[in-house]
């Protein structure tokens, strides 16, 4: 049985900056492929105040995972993700797929971190 679904949301995304800290602030997309065929994920990321953003493709291999960093423009396809601006994403994927959001802000004193299922 293969595990997962070929549509995922993911209604409160927002790219903290790196902070000062040795952990720097960041957002991430894990995407597990439990199936036998290469994963074609089409990426959209959704804004209050303009247009969405299609642009964005990923792929991950058969039986694998793969992390996926907003702050990182090659993970983006070139797309620089705003700082500090409410957004969400939707992952629309060839194959089944589970997917997971992770954030780290440590924009104050404290370490905040927090990891989600995707819905």
Sequence with gaps: MIVGKKNWII???ELPP????V???HESVIVVNDSTKVAKI???LFFA???CYENIEW????KKVKCFRMNNVNDMCGYEV?????YAMKLESTQKIVVQYGRLDNRQTNLAYYTTLAF
């Design 11 to 13: 209604p409160d995304c």
């Design 59 to 62: 792929t991950v291999e058969p």
């Design 42 to 44: 089409k990426v959209t």
């Design 82 to 86: 705003p700082l500090e601006t409410q």
């Design 23 to 25: 952990l720097k602030g």
């Design 49 to 51: 105040d303009k247009e």
């Design 18 to 21: 790196e902070g000062e800290g």
